[in-house]
């Protein structure tokens, strides 16, 4: 018997496990398998073997095959998605929603408890989730967490604290939301409302509403259905939600122009939905959200910390290529990633499927070459944001060379601009994807070192001074270890950026798609990956050393000799501190006597 028709009031004999909601996000996000319970999958979904493709474990990706938005033919053959016919509650919801029914019973508050939104949309595709908003028809959500206190003060029990989310328009938060933890499991309740807005705002008249009044106002079907905790039942008010989600269809409950000229960010949020459970946007949906009206608001009500909130999502989900795809062909790409004023150079015409080639073309490389792709990371979350910031490396990769003139007349790289300004998220995201860029430039000189000995005197040329002389034999593992200790941890993705991008991806994007040149660049990447390791090693004689064997009080002078130390012991991987004191010596008495 399902736990489901077990009802509210029955313990469950099966115990479950339960995970954090930061490890079921992240499942929920990087998990390839199992699928949302589809029936079938187009057959681009699937990898030569024939099995659905899934996400790799410790990257977040392997064994993925490259999507792209489904054509309308694809679009027309597309099947119909599995949905469950009721919620399946785990133990501890049914102690959750259990408990709630306990406090509207014991103080007769006659309140009907709904669950909204993703929580049930996730339950029906047979999805874990731990986001649970609890929408409230006759009362406050602060009014009721503190009958839930005063119940459990009843009971003997400790009373928890409750957060208050104030309103906040500007992170499309219309309505206060009450906040507590119960059972182990954070939960939000908030009044069911109705939204009507000012032509010139995305800023709602809130009311409090009924539950079908705030089904409409939602910015999906699929996100617009509740679950009735009094009557243990899915309710799909706008009478499409679960026909939708059958589908596969991306839908606004009311007109699509209209939804999205109320809250242009529903625009973002739609795409987002729509790739991350490869998903149709239906055609008078694209028709709104390319709407030239809809963009300008876009860009003119909603802030850059939302959009970049949005696109962030995106970028860690199971599909990036597919949201950006869709950004573009909607036109909204230079409303998204706003680009400074007079760049230099400017941007070329149709820098847009530019930007997007190149994170397609990454999407097959880095399916090609595996998880290795990310495992600069220590663990699961490093991984994923090793992953995450690779691919915004290639998204940008086009105009990783262009600069713009700030404020101080001080050369800035445009895709700095771009994620620190336009996208508004970390400084640190923005300084690593340069910096990606800069070393993979860097290791276009390693590669074709690697593949051929023409330029070797050159480089050797560069590395020597008058004080060491790199052995010809060790000339590519010095300039290996100086590229990778720049870079450290994200080596690996300067080393991917830079074979995606040399020799230049033609302008379609089209020469990866040839089994061959895939081939040849895989190959270019494993050739060069082997270096792991060299920028590991510790100094063997520290900045206080150094001053005592060149007799000296500081000064540039140490930096120069450091930097000419990590030389030696990258030409020298055997070479003893004896060895090097030896060397350093012999170096303190030529530079004497010159």
């Known amino acids: 018997m399902s736990l489901r028709l ?62 792209s938005p489904p054509t309308p033919q694809q679009q027309q053959q597309r099947c119909v998605v599995e949905v469950r016919e009721g919620v399946e509650l785990t133990e501890k919801e049914e102690r959750i929603f259990r408990r709630l029914l306990d406090v509207v019973r014991h103080f007769g508050l006659g309140t009907q408890l709904r669950v909204a939104g993703g929580w049930v949309r996730d339950k029906l595709l047979g999805k874990d989730s731990t986001d649970i908003d609890i929408a409230l028809d006759n009362m406050t959500g602060q009014n009721f967490c503190e009958k839930v206190n005063e119940y459990s003060e009843l009971l003997g029990e400790e009373q928890k604290g409750i957060g208050v989310i104030q309103c906040n328009p500007d992170q499309s938060k219309h309505l206060e939301t009450a906040r507590m933890l119960i059972f182990d499991i954070w939960i939000d309740f908030v009044n069911l409302r109705s939204e009507k807005y000012a032509e010139n705002s995305r800023i709602p008249t809130v009311e409090i509403g009924t539950a079908k009044e705030d089904a409409f106002r939602r910015d999906l079907t699929i996100n617009s259905l509740f679950f009735n905790i009094n009557t243990n039942t899915v309710e799909d008010l706008t ?15 009311l007109p699509a122009k209209a939804t999205f000229l109320d809250d242009p960010l529903r625009v973002l949020r739609a795409i987002r939905f729509a790739a991350r459970f490869n998903f149709t946007l239906t055609e008078d949906l694209k028709d709104a959200a390319s709407d030239e009206k809809v963009k300008s608001e876009l860009g003119s009500k ?54 997007v080639s190149h994170i ?68 640190s995201d923005a300084d690593t994807v340069v910096n990606v860029h800069a070393a993979s430039e860097k290791f276009a000189e390693l590669i074709n070192l690697l593949e051929s000995n ?35 941890d994200f080596w690996r993705v300067a080393l991917f950026i830079c074979t995606l991008t040399y020799p230049e991806v033609s302008s379609g994007g089209d020469s990866l798609g040839q089994p061959d040149e895939l081939h040849q660049r895989k190959e270019k990447y494993t050739r060069a990956e082997q270096l792991d390791g060299v920028w590991k090693m510790k100094p063997l004689l520290d900045g206080k050393a150094i001053m005592g064997i060149m007799q000296v009080k500081g000064g540039p002078l140490i930096g120069k000799w450091q930097q000419r130390l990590l030389k030696w012991q990258l030409a020298y991987p055997r070479g003893t501190t004896e060895e090097c004191i030896e060397w350093m010596k012999q170096s303190q008495s030529k530079r004497q006597k010159v």
């Open 360 to 427: 397609e073309v990454a999407w097959n490389l880095a399916h090609s070459i595996g998880c290795s792709v990310f495992s600069g990371g220590s663990d699961s979350k490093s991984q994923d944001e090793h992953r995450r910031l690779c691919f915004y490396s290639a998204l940008f990769t086009p105009v990783r060379n262009t600069i713009y003139l700030d404020k101080k007349s001080k050369k800035i790289p445009v895709t700095n601009y771009i994620i620190r300004d336009s996208l508004k998220l970390k400084a």
């Open 302 to 355: 909603i802030s850059k910390e939302r959009i970049g909130h949005e696109v962030d999502l995106m970028m860690s989900d199971k599909h990036p290529v597919n949201a950006m795809c869709y950004i573009r062909d909607l036109g909204l790409f230079y409303v998204v990633f706003a680009f400074p004023e007079k760049p230099d150079p400017p941007v070329p015409d149709k820098c847009d499927r530019l930007c």
């Open 239 to 253: 009478g499409r939600g679960i026909e939708d989600l059958k589908k596969g269809l991306i839908v606004t409950p």
């Open 454 to 488: 023409e330029n070797l005197t050159t480089v050797k040329e560069k590395l020597d001074d008058e004080y060491l002389e790199i052995p010809t034999d060790s000339v590519k593992r010095v300039l290996a270890g100086l590229i990778l200790r720049e870079i450290k």
């Open 6 to 67: 077990r009802g509210l009031l029955l313990l469950p004999l099966l115990r479950r496990r339960s995970c954090s909601p930061l490890l079921l996000r992240r499942r929920r996000l990087l998990r390839g398998w199992p699928p949302p319970l589809v029936s079938a999958i187009p057959s681009r979904a699937f990898g030569s073997s024939g099995l659905p493709a899934r996400a790799c474990a410790s990257s977040g990706f392997s064994g993925m095959a490259a999507v």
